[in-house]
């Protein structure tokens, strides 16, 4: 079942993100941030959260999950901490995925060419 | 009449909208890597946490779109797929790899340092704003 709803949620997402390039002038960097605000927004309502439960990687794997984990972060540092944690545990959950990415997008830029 | 011709020289050029067309593959390759994502996951909570599961997965799939841009078949496959391939996690390693690859003549500091986040800068820097913003408003509203 969860197979079903992560190809359902993940496959929406990204047709909407389609039809939204398709019929304005805005371009993936447009619609990407977009999308991270949207997961931002979702989270701080604790949808994300619900959404991760029912469509496991379908949630987790779109961009707008990078919005969730930088609030759900924010949000569950400042619990302990006081309103210092927002600043201080923002980056808790998403620091993995950003710094692998920069640590891959390094290697991979020194070992080959680009191709145009 | 002059007008006229124009119009309908210009609407047998016009490239033809596949609006439709588009939209489905970006259903369908989107939908197909998330069932990929979470076959995996499932595959890696027998070994790890399921929070760690999750983590490597998305690791995982950000080094494969990392590799796949370096041998330049991901751009090929983005054509097709179009959305299907820049919204997941895998279009923001694509971003930065790609983004880093094009200045790596400029060299190591001007070029692969300051132009990595040259495209996925702004999915970072608005996600940090919102997510403050956010977080200070509901952080705001509890203490009321």
């Known amino acids: 079942m969860i197979y079903l709803n992560a190809f359902l949620l993940c ?71 006081g309103w210092i944690g927002i600043f201080t545990g923002v980056f808790d959950k998403s620091a ?20 145009d | 009449m002059e007008q006229s011709r124009l119009n309908e020289f210009s609407s047998r050029h016009k490239i033809p909208q596949k609006k439709t067309r588009n939209a489905i593959m970006a259903f369908i390759s989107g939908g197909l890597m998330a069932v990929l994502a979470q076959l995996i996951q499932d595959g890696l ?31 090929k496959m983005a054509k097709k797929t179009g959305a299907g391939f820049f919204v997941p996690i895998t279009g923001f390693s694509n971003a930065l790899t790609s983004s880093a690859m094009e200045c790596k003549r400029e060299g190591l500091i001007y070029g692969i340092g300051s132009n990595m986040f040259k495209l996925a800068g702004s999915v970072i820097t608005y996600g940090i704003v919102s997510a403050i913003v956010f977080s200070l408003i509901r952080y705001g509203i509890s203490l009321l």
């Open chain 1, 11 to 81: 496959g929406l997402l990204c047709m909407v993100a389609q039809l939204i390039y398709d019929s304005t002038q805005l371009t993936p960097g447009h619609i990407t941030s977009m999308l991270v605000i949207l997961g931002s927004l979702l989270e701080s309502f604790n949808i994300y959260d619900a959404l991760i439960r029912w469509c496991g990687m379908g949630a987790n794997l779109p961009i707008t999950s990078f919005g969730h984990s930088l609030t759900h972060a924010a949000l569950k540092s400042a619990e302990n901490e």
């Open chain 1, 96 to 115: 993995s995925g950003i710094s692998f990415a920069i640590f891959v997008a390094f290697w991979i830029a020194i070992l080959f060419r680009s191709h």
């Open chain 2, 45 to 75: 909570t027998m070994y790890f946490s399921k929070e760690n599961a999750t983590i490597l997965t998305i690791l995982l799939f950000i080094l494969l779109a990392g590799v796949f841009t370096g041998f330049g078949v991901y751009d």
